[in-house]
């Protein structure tokens, strides 16, 4: 009873391996401060929860939902993608909603990719981008996102008969990991390179309203003729505070949504309408909290990057997203440093090398842990002689 080929190559989620350390730490008596995972640690407001206890009390609600979502939530995600960028999207054949945006990431690659198609990857970037191809038994190219270039790719340096292979390329702004941001110009020029190559853009914008200092990030498909080439991935677990509800959207491309939904058909049974239901109204709601809750994380951002400056690391402060991208002091690998805080200081952060071998020489903090505790972790890295 030997697993396939494709479980036994791919590796366990990051995140699941270092959860059982942490848990390891703690037994032990240590006070571990997680500044590792990008999760939300505030609520949604109670209107959100107010929703979903009520559709959950409707005992019509507790059956199979809509497979590609209620109409009212694709309504909603197009009332949202009107109201913020101005795109006009038809609900019933530009929408798919998701089990969270990570289950849509990876079953594009099933929607897209046969056994030995070339999947474009940033590296840097965001695990399930690389498993979603491996899964699919596809190969995977990456494209290196540099401080120079202030991490956007440099498209032309791919090779010519490497972008004609590939069938999809992926891009992630604002950017997980580094905080990186994008403007409309170079969107039009990786639309540009799209069809001069025949690519699938998918574009993972879940961070678009986590922004700071007057920062506003667009969306690919305002790009004219961008639907023609691009899928866009957005999630209400960054959005709305609503990580562990898993409901997000795929919006853009008919023939990639279509895909992609028929995919899901065959592998779940959509989305709990309650949680749909609170979706509705955290996407047409009032919309104010938004601002004081980025004002919170914005804070918790500047504690940090003051607190790596304090002892010399200096990191820049991103414009937009859930993590600040630091460079690990000299001397140190990624890993060496990662391991170092969590063992000796009990602050857990993230090696760069998790998302690629790009990311070496640099970490990844959260600012999804309450700001006392950002405080907190900060002092103890204070105390620490490099």
């Known amino acids: 009873m030997k697993p396939a080929n494709r479980i036994t190559n791919l590796p366990p989620y990051p995140f699941a391996s270092l959860g059982k350390?942490?848990?390891?730490?703690?037994?032990?008596?240590?006070?571990?401060?997680?500044?590792?995972?990008?999760?939300?640690?505030?609520?949604?407001?109670?209107?959100?929860?107010?929703?979903?206890?009520?559709?959950?009390?409707?005992?019509?609600?507790?059956?199979?939902?809509?497979?590609?979502?209620i109409p009212a939530l694709r309504r909603a995600i197009a009332d949202y993608y009107q109201?913020?960028?101005?795109?006009?999207?038809?609900?019933g054949s530009e929408i798919v909603s998701l089990i969270g945006s990570k289950e849509g990431i990876v079953n594009i690659a099933l929607a897209y990719l046969d056994p030995g198609d070339l999947a474009l990857v940033p590296d840097p970037g965001y695990a399930p981008y690389t498993m979603g191809a491996y899964l699919a038994s596809a190969r995977v190219a990456t494209f290196p996102l540099l401080a120079e270039r202030n991490y956007l790719p440099d498209l032309s340096a791919i090779p010519a008969e490497v972008a004609d292979r590939a069938k999809l390329i992926w891009l992630n702004?604002?950017?997980?990991?580094?905080?990186?941001?994008?403007?409309?110009?170079?969107?039009?020029?990786?639309?540009?390179?799209?069809?001069e190559h025949d690519l699938l853009i998918c574009h993972d914008a879940p961070y678009c309203d986590l922004t700071y200092d007057g920062y506003l990030a667009p969306s690919i498909l305002q790009v004219e003729g961008?639907?023609?080439?691009a899928i866009e991935f957005n999630s209400l677990s960054k959005l709305y505070n609503m990580a562990g509800w898993r409901v997000g959207m795929a919006v853009?491309?008919?023939?990639?949504?279509?895909?992609?939904?028929?995919?899901?058909?065959?592998?779940?049974?959509?989305?709990?309408?309650?949680?749909?239901d609170a979706a509705v109204e955290a996407l047409t709601g009032d919309q104010g909290w938004l601002l004081e809750r980025n004002a919170v994380y914005q804070e918790r951002r500047d504690i940090i990057v003051d607190g790596l400056a304090a002892v010399g690391i200096h990191a820049r402060k991103p414009e937009a997203g859930l993590y600040v991208w630091a460079p690990v002091p000299e001397g140190y690998t990624s890993a060496d440093f990662a391991t170092r805080l969590l063992e000796?200081?009990?602050?857990?952060?993230?090696?760069?090398?998790?998302?690629g071998a790009q990311g070496e020489g640099y970490v990844r903090i959260s600012l999804g842990a309450a700001t006392e505790r950002i405080r907190q972790a900060m002092e103890r890295l204070a105390t620490m002689d490099f």
């Not at 109201?83 to 609900?91: E, H, I, M, S």
């Open 83 to 91: 109201r913020r960028f101005g795109v006009t999207l038809d609900p």
């Open 344 to 355: 000796e200081l009990g602050i857990s952060i993230t090696p760069g090398t998790v998302f």
């Open 173 to 195: 702004y604002p950017n997980n990991p580094t905080g990186a941001t994008t403007t409309l110009e170079f969107l039009t020029e990786a639309v540009a390179f799209a069809r």
């Open 252 to 276: 853009g491309n008919r023939q990639a949504v279509e895909a992609l939904g028929r995919v899901k058909t065959n592998i779940d049974s959509g989305i709990f309408r309650a949680v749909q």
């Open 226 to 229: 961008a639907r023609e080439v």
């Open 21 to 69: 350390r942490i848990a390891e730490l703690r037994a032990k008596g240590m006070d571990v401060i997680r500044l590792d995972i990008g999760s939300p640690d505030l609520p949604p407001p109670p209107p959100i929860i107010d929703a979903l206890c009520r559709s959950a009390h409707n005992p019509d609600h507790h059956g199979y939902s809509d497979y590609y979502g």
